[in-house]
């Protein structure tokens, strides 16, 4: 009988901040060495003889990081995207239902996506070992030995063995997080840590969620009706909204009397906070685990991540979470590490800084974290267009009449920006947001009134339209950013962009200047006083004719074609005339080419 693996990619892991965070989620970074949680566990499970693909349960935001991430190893899955996080129920019954549609009692195994198991060979061992209760009903979870007195976990006491003579036991009781001198008493009584992963079969889970839960699953079913198969994920629809948030413990298992527990003894951790992840590394001659650019002297048992262009230097000092990620910093005893939430909302509460003297390398990181954790994910989620292709002119916050498909430069503008982040590392859906850009783009430009030659695609000269030339800037600029980060289209877009402003014909709007390598505005193409428009298109020469150049030329080139758009966006009408940028724009694109750097 086949084993359907369900992987539940869910919430941003804010205990393990600064490193994880909404855009950054947990189980997509490395935190032990080498693959990620998640692709450690694709693994594992590919590890159980005749296991299936995998459904993977994310949120939208994160398809593209696990599209990324299973091309890395080779594996293959079938991606449920939930518009909107509705806790673990709503996740299992998903991936359930879609797994009864071709395997009505098919066994299924519901695990997180971000536990840490290094021994393979004894998780195998162990779903074998629970499978038989699991096919005759029973719905099994795995609840580990515990190693320590904890209170970061939820317990569950065993019952008398199953009369099945299976190895799993009844379930006499699930228990919320103890305090340590109530887990004390738990351990000694035989109660064993709930490691939240489950095996059963599918008609029976569907069934006891129908008994508990019934709201859940028509929620769910709802969802999977109307939802949409796209080529990187099925979209769960709207309805999916609706199913009450429960973790998938207290909708069904603490309700059920099929509900069974498997004792396991081997090594496991759902890396919760920064001293289990200290626990679980390699650890040099001091006890110290260190990651990147850190260095740890007269230290002892100590925890250093520094991320990209951070360095640490740790003196004199034990049992220390030192975690510097983005601008962020934790410097935490590994035995405090569990209060972090609440610090966490005290930080988020404080005032926001006075204005003052500030660094380009401190607002490049500023601008770098809004760009990654508010801007992009925004844009993506609330902008795009995701049933009819291309971005809205407004806000979705705006007069619901005015929601209309935006003008050329904006869409222009808005694929760029998801060029760049691709650029930039962010961890999100960049390349499903560019290729959504990309064909509204190009679609439009097929069909445009203001845009013509052979290709459809160069501004009319006699009517000196600057929405026109303004467009034509907008378009050359996504089409050579998205050249830049997208190897499998590269050669036809920039082609279309030579195309745009190579026009053979005289009265093109732009012209090749071969002396400057570049562009240039035609002479008899626009008046002289009106060049604002040409001002944007000569900044284009350095996106096109940087690419014959160095690296680092290049991509500062890039960076300013780039930001040039992105602060059109937020800053002016985009439906008006470009104008000329304020001096805090030219201090916005400096720090977009300093924030490539960090």
Known sequence: MALHPIILCGGPGARLWPASNQTAPKPFLDLVGGPSLFQRTVSRLAAIPGAATPVVVA??????????????????????????????????????????????????????????????????????????????????????????????????????????GAPAREVVAFLEKPDKERARRLID????????????????????????????????????????????AFRLGPG???????????????????????????????????????????????????????????????????????????????????VAESGQVLVSDLAAVGGLKPALEALKALPAPAAGTQTLAGVARRLRDWLFETALPVWWCLDADHRSGGFWAFSVAESASERQTGDLARQAGLTQAFARAGQ????????????????????????????????????????????????????????????????????????????LVTDPRQGSAVATDPRAGGLEAHPDAWPVGDGEPMASLSELRRALAGRS??????????????????????????RGAWRAYPAEVSFTIAALVEAARI
């Not at 719905?139 to 006491?157: N, Q």
Request: aromatic residues 6%; negative net charge; proline residues 5%.
């Open 59 to 164: 949120g939208q935001d994160h398809v593209g990081m696990v599209r990324t991430q299973l091309a890395q190893i080779g594996a293959a899955g079938v991606v449920l995207a939930e518009p909107a996080g509705r806790d673990s129920a709503a996740a299992i019954l998903a991936a359930a239902l879609w797994i009864a549609n071709e395997d009505p009692t098919g066994l299924a195994m519901a695990v997180a996506s971000d536990h840490h198991i290094p021994d393979v060979t004894a998780f195998v061992d162990a779903v074998a070992l629970a499978m038989g209760a699991a096919e005759a009903g029973r719905l099994v979870t795995f609840g580990v030995k515990p190693r320590s007195v904890s209170s970061a976990y939820g317990y569950i006491r065993p019952g008398p063995p199953l009369s099945s």
């Open 189 to 232: 009584d035989g109660a064993v840590w709930n490691s939240g992963n489950f095996l059963f079969r599918v008609d029976s889970v569907i069934g006891e969620a129908i008994r508990f839960c019934p709201e859940i699953v028509d929620a769910v079913r709802a969802a999977l009706a109307e939802g949409r198969d796209e080529p990187d």
């Open 240 to 322: 999916f909204n609706d199913a009450p948030r429960m973790p998938f413990d207290i909708a069904v298992m603490e309700r059920t009397d099929r509900a069974a527990v498997l004792e396991i003894d081997y090594p496991w951790s759902d890396l919760g906070a920064w001293d289990e992840v200290w626990a679980v590394s390699e650890h040099d001659a001091q006890g110290n685990a260190i990651r990147g650019a850190a260095v740890a002297r007269d230290s002892q048992d100590c925890l250093l991540r520094a991320g990209p262009g951070v360095k640490i230097i740790a003196l004199g000092v034990r049992n220390l979470a030192v």
């Open 424 to 499: 930039l590392g962010w961890p999100g859906p960049w390349r499903t947001a560019l290729d959504h850009g990309l064909d509204h783009v190009i679609g439009r430009l097929r069909t445009s009134e203001n845009l013509f030659d052979a290709h459809g695609l160069t501004a009319r000269p006699e009517s000196r339209d600057v929405d026109a030339v303004r467009d034509q800037a907008a378009v050359v600029q996504a089409l050579s950013l998205a050249a830049a980060v997208t190897p499998h289209r590269a050669a036809d877009l920039a082609a279309m962009a030579r195309d």
């Open 549 to 574: 150049r160095s690296g680092d030329e290049t991509g500062a080139a890039v960076v300013v074609a780039a930001a040039l758009t992105l602060a059109e966006v937020l800053t002016a009408d985009s």
